[in-house]
């Protein structure tokens, strides 16, 4: 009987079986595992990640954004390029400092339609072609949403964390093996699946490809910060505390603030143990009825300004000012013009290091501008 087992089970098939039965809830993928405690781990991770660049998303478009909770998954890009054949947007992440490594987010191609509309303040239209601007718009919105991760994630791990730009890349699964690296294999991948809802505008989904072993360095560099946070009377960090930890790390700040509030509530207002008496006293304050006579006289005023004189001060000329939305600017070349808020032959504004001293006029003087001072800000001279 064992004769006949052996010959039907190859020695890769029984390790495969053994490394599975040590933990029935491994998600496992042609060999390569990831465990439970880890898949909750990245999980939580994504989850307060994407919770903070959800809080970007909303202020960048001045909607409420909900990003959920993740689904962790293993796959392949095979599997991946049979599920998305058409082409999609892949945002490339790479981590420069603190983490080593990249991860891809594959968004919808009518979802950045959606998102760069509401940006330029435009009407939706998810008909039209996918544009070279959406593609620079999904980029900063995902740069300033990364970044944001970014610091959540170096608040968890205890250490700076910091991303390159993201790059925008309209293409489907095939050609994103030649151009991204998450996406140069073969073998088994993360996906961490996310729903977006972005008020009555927006209800999709989008996924983050992570590369198993930048998976596990995620999972690696918060079981070392979770080890400092412990306490001195626990010594070491059980691997099944991991997920837990994700979680205390996440609360530490709420749990001290509402520690001090609940030792407020407690302390007494009045107490007397372990008061010290004190002697009170009437204050005596010296009497200022007699104003000195100053001692500053024109000479000394001229000296002290002679101390600064030599300070270079940067004089600006405003010509005047408007207003315009990011789509028109994007949308300017040469030629352009742009309309002011001043009115020809209307008094500019001249500023010193920024701040407001008078109004003149434009002269022109030899083939230079020049400015002629026509009213003097008179609280400049009440401040000096």
């Given at each position: ?91 490339d992440v790479k981590y420069k400092k603190g983490l080593e490594g990249s991860n891809v987010l ?60 993201p790059k925008s890349y309209n293409i489907s699964f095939k050609e994103g093996k030649e151009k ?182 434009v002269v022109v003087i030899d083939d230079n501008f020049g400015v002629r001072i026509t009213d ?9």
């Amino acid at each position: 009987m064992n004769n006949e087992m052996n010959d039907m089970l190859s020695q890769e098939e029984i390790d495969l079986l053994l490394k599975g039965s040590s933990n029935e809830d491994s998600l496992c993928y042609d060999g390569e595992c990831i465990n439970e405690m880890e898949k909750d781990t990245i999980g939580e991770i994504g989850n307060i990640s994407m919770g903070t660049a959800a809080t970007t998303l909303s202020t960048l478009l001045n909607r409420k954004v909900i990003i959920t909770t993740p689904k962790v998954e293993i796959t392949t890009t095979n599997k991946l390029a049979d599920e998305y054949p058409i082409p999609f947007v892949a945002v490339d992440v790479k981590y420069k400092k603190g983490l080593e490594g990249s991860n891809v987010l594959i968004i919808k191609e009518d979802d950045v339609k959606v998102i760069t509309d509401i940006m330029m303040g435009n009407e939706i239209n998810v008909d039209r072609e996918l544009t070279e601007l959406d593609l620079s718009a999904i980029s900063e919105v995902m740069n300033q949403m990364m970044g944001s991760a970014a610091t959540s994630l170096s608040e968890m791990f205890g250490k700076r964390i910091d991303i390159e730009p993201p790059k925008s890349y309209n293409i489907s699964f095939k050609e994103g093996k030649e151009k991204l690296e998450v996406l140069q294999t073969d073998g088994p991948i993360i996906r961490v699946s996310f729903k977006i809802f972005v008020e009555d505008l927006l209800d999709s989904n989008f996924i983050q490809l992570i590369p198993i072993d930048f998976g596990a360095q995620m999972v690696e560099n918060l079981m070392e910060s979770s080890k400092v946070t412990k306490v001195a009377s626990e010594p070491s960090v059980s691997s099944k505390n991991i997920f837990e930890d994700v979680k205390e790390i996440n609360q530490v700040g709420q749990d001290k603030i509402d520690s001090s509030s609940e030792d407020d509530l407690r302390k007494p207002q009045h107490s007397s143990i372990n008061e010290k008496h004190v002697i009170v006293k009437e204050p005596v304050f010296e009497s200022f009825d007699d104003e000195p006579k100053s001692s500053h006289t024109e000479s000394d005023k001229a000296e002290s300004i002679d101390l600064v004189g030599d300070i270079p001060v940067e004089i600006t000329v405003e010509l005047g000012r408007t207003v315009k939305k990011i789509g028109e600017i994007l949308e300017y070349g040469p030629g352009t013009v742009i309309e002011l808020d001043k009115l020809v032959g209307e008094p500019l504004n001249i500023y010193a290091n920024g701040k407001y001293i008078a109004k003149g006029e434009v002269v022109v003087i030899d083939d230079n501008f020049g400015v002629r001072i026509t009213d003097i800000n008179n609280k400049i001279n009440k401040n000096i």
